[in-house]
């Protein structure tokens, strides 16, 4: 019985892990289906784009830039500005990243630009690791009460509150650049066919650029909600979550960056809610068994294509 | 004066070499088809000449340009366009999306060129806003050829625009060929079953083992016994 009241509440850190790794994904599913090849340096976009906004926010601390906390969360105005500029820069970054290495791979294949995204990945950390040591840094040490919903049964904290909001909002801005503007319907177009976006016209370069900036921003994004929600980071910080970012995106349907938004909250919710039965360590098996259920199943994933 | 000259080119696929000094002409708002066997290299003629694969030897020009090592992107904007034979929509794509695509290279407002697609092809007119994937054969042609015309070309590649498709269907894709044609648009199509082709043409080819065999009327081809036995089935 004690198990079963804890389910309410365990929902709710499922969906706020969810949302992270949700964002996540939307980023690994575009690479996939654009660019064709599983960037395994998404986590560590993810953990850059976490440091940048560190990197910032003790600047602008620094610079005697206000850094009260809103309201009711644990940061301020000096923080969300770093937030922001945190997305921008590590999408630049990025963009720097495909035109120094992947572009020049372009061709090589999907295997070539899976290793040399490994390469990435532990170049990018090792980076992070050089600049601030493996030791973890805190956004803020305050301690922020939860509110209680004595209706549903759950305490929530209002940066968490924030973190879903983020998400959500986030989802709704890729929803609608995906189908309403030019360079989301050719990435769309892309996706389904790179030869034939070519010969169409389409100027694939351009929109391989937008695919990587749209990626990475949501990684940066999802690194710094990551950062908040645990109060810490750590260089690690994306590697670690990346096998449940996969196990979303398998789960979806790889390619379908709709699949990766259904299949990361789907990811986050059974992991947190798997320990009302089991230990926490067992969490990452749990995005395993699902991964390798859905594999055996129906491989192209919940929202996939037949194709 | 001629649209699009093909000078003896030598293409293929790395070293293999499949087509061996080919040479094909395309006159302004001509229909020209390129007939011959499975494997006599049509498609990769169709591919040589939209900047898909470099030819090892020879030249290819089009509209007064020397298009030889251009890439398909900066062909299109030169005033042609290529309808592959098979994967030429995009299927997640809505019927307007696909034709939006095709005028992605456009920054003015393009919604009369679509108005003009749809009434070229008025069964899309009535289906703009389904996705293509969810379409019939027939249908994703007439899409993937209003797809291709939405830049104004003055030449348009089909690549086999009837194949896998009831005999019916073909015709009406060749109707609404002959109507794209009045228009003012040159047409150069391979087809392996040729004889609906090779009625509408000014002119026509027979490409066989990667060679130039017959360049005639397309009358003509229709008429001459040796090519109906070996290449249109009797």
């Known amino acids: 019985m004690t198990t079963l009241a804890h389910i309410p509440q365990l929902l709710v850190y499922g969906v706020i892990s969810g949302s992270i790794i949700s964002l996540g994904g939307i980023g690994v599913s ?57 997305i921008g820069l590590t999408a630049l970054a990025v963009i720097i990243i495909d035109r120094l290495l992947f572009r020049q791979l372009r061709r090589s294949g ?16 090792n980076i992070l690791q050089f600049f601030w040591s493996p030791q973890p840094h805190y956004y803020s040490q305050a301690i922020q009460p939860a509110v209680s919903v004595t209706a549903l049964n759950i305490r929530i904290k209002p940066d968490q509150v924030f973190i879903i909001l983020v998400a959500i909002v986030l989802v709704v801005l890729v929803h609608a650049f995906m189908r309403y503007t030019k360079m989301g319907k050719a990435m769309r177009a892309m996706a ?28 940066a994004t999802a690194g710094i909600l990551a950062g908040i929600e645990n109060k810490f980071i750590t260089p690690e910080l994306g590697w670690q979550m990346l096998l449940s970012i996969f196990a979303g995106v398998v789960l979806g349907g790889i390619g379908n960056p709709y699949g990766a938004i259904l299949g990361g909250m789907v990811i986050g919710i059974s992991e947190e809610v798997s320990t009302a039965f089991i230990s926490t360590g067992y969490k990452p098996a749990v995005a395993f068994v699902i991964m390798i259920i859905m594999l055996l199943v129906k491989p192209t994933g919940l929202l996939g294509r037949k194709d | 004066m001629s649209l699009l000259t093909v000078e003896k080119v030598t293409s293929g696929y790395g070293d293999m070499e499949v087509l061996h000094d ?21 498609s990769t003629l169709m591919k040589t000449i939209f900047g898909l694969l470099k030819p090892i030897l020879g030249q290819i020009q089009f509209a007064d340009h020397e298009i030889t090592s251009l890439s398909p992107d900066r062909i ?22 696909n034709l939006e695509m095709g005028a992605f290279i456009r920054n003015d407002d393009f919604s009369d060129r679509i108005s003009e697609m749809f009434e070229l092809f008025p069964v899309l007119g009535r289906r703009g806003r389904q996705q293509v994937g969810k379409m019939s054969g027939g249908e994703r042609q007439m899409v993937a050829m209003a797809r291709a015309l939405m830049l ?31 228009t003012g648009v ?10 609906q082709s090779l009625s509408l043409s000014d002119r026509g080819y027979v490409l066989a083992g990667g060679r130039n065999r017959f360049a005639e009327t397309g009358e003509n081809l229709l008429a001459n016994e040796e090519i109906g036995q070996l290449y249109l089935g009797g």
């Open chain 1, 30 to 86: 575009l690479t996939y289906s654009i660019l064709g090849f599983s960037n395994f340096a998404h986590g560590d976009f993810m953990a850059l784009g976490a440091y940048i906004a560190l990197g910032l926010f003790t600047l602008f601390t620094g610079l005697g830039i206000p850094s009260a906390p809103f309201g009711p969360l644990s940061f301020g105005f000096g923080f969300i500005l770093a937030f922001i500029l945190a």
């Open chain 1, 110 to 125: 999907p295997i070539i630009l899976m290793m040399s995204s490994i390469g990435v990945a532990l170049g990018l950390r």
């Open chain 1, 192 to 219: 389904d066919n790179a030869t034939l976006a070519q010969v169409t016209g389409i100027n694939t370069d351009r929109v391989i650029i937008w695919t990587w900036a749209i990626g990475a921003g949501l990684a």
């Open chain 2, 22 to 42: 080919v040479s094909i002409e395309v006159k302004p708002q001509e229909i020209v088809t390129i007939i011959g066997p499975n494997g006599a290299g049509k």
């Open chain 2, 76 to 97: 299109v904007r030169l005033g042609m366009a290529y309808v592959p034979q098979v994967e030429n929509v995009f299927p997640s794509l809505t019927v307007r999306e």
């Open chain 2, 152 to 182: 104004n070309p003055q030449l348009i590649l089909l690549d086999e625009p009837s194949a896998a498709l009831a005999p019916n269907l073909a015709e009406v894709i060749f109707e609404r060929i002959t109507a794209v044609n009045e």
């Open chain 2, 186 to 195: 040159a047409i150069l199509i391979v087809e392996q079953n040729a004889k």
